[in-house]
């Protein structure tokens, strides 16, 4: 069992930054994390993904040089750093853990209940 709770959304205008934070608990640490992020009617879009050790950190073209993500095992946290942010990354941004990663949202096992991010141009 585990858990993940998302929190650092909010309402941002274009070109500034968000840094997003999700909690774990359980058996989310021993798995690699990650951010997905959904906007209505459209599938769960892959952000970013980072494995237990920080050694393998993987993005989706669209935020490459933008978003930056890290884990803090100490803490139990995750984190995504976005810059420069356009308004099409408006969404709502989903905390994941999963034994193996991938851009595959069916791979994860555990998601928390996502945090909301407007960019306004």
């Known amino acids: 069992q585990g858990q993940l709770q998302e929190s650092g959304g909010g309402l941002v205008q274009a070109g500034e930054s968000l840094r997003l934070s999700c909690a774990g608990s359980?058996?989310?640490?021993?798995?690699?994390l990650g951010w997905f992020r959904q906007t209505p009617g459209k599938e769960r879009e892959f952000v970013a993904s980072?494995?237990?050790?920080?050694?393998?950190?993987d993005y989706t073209d669209s935020v490459k040089g933008r978003f930056t993500i890290s884990r803090d095992n100490a803490k139990n946290t995750v984190y995504l750093q976005m810059n420069s942010l356009k308004p099409e990354d408006t969404a709502n941004y989903y905390c994941a853990a999963s034994r193996y990663g991938g851009p595959n949202a069916g791979f994860w096992n555990y998601w928390g209940q996502g945090t909301q991010v407007t960019v306004s141009s």
């Open positions: 359980g058996d989310t640490l021993s798995n690699v």
């Open positions: 980072i494995t237990r050790d920080g050694g393998t950190l």
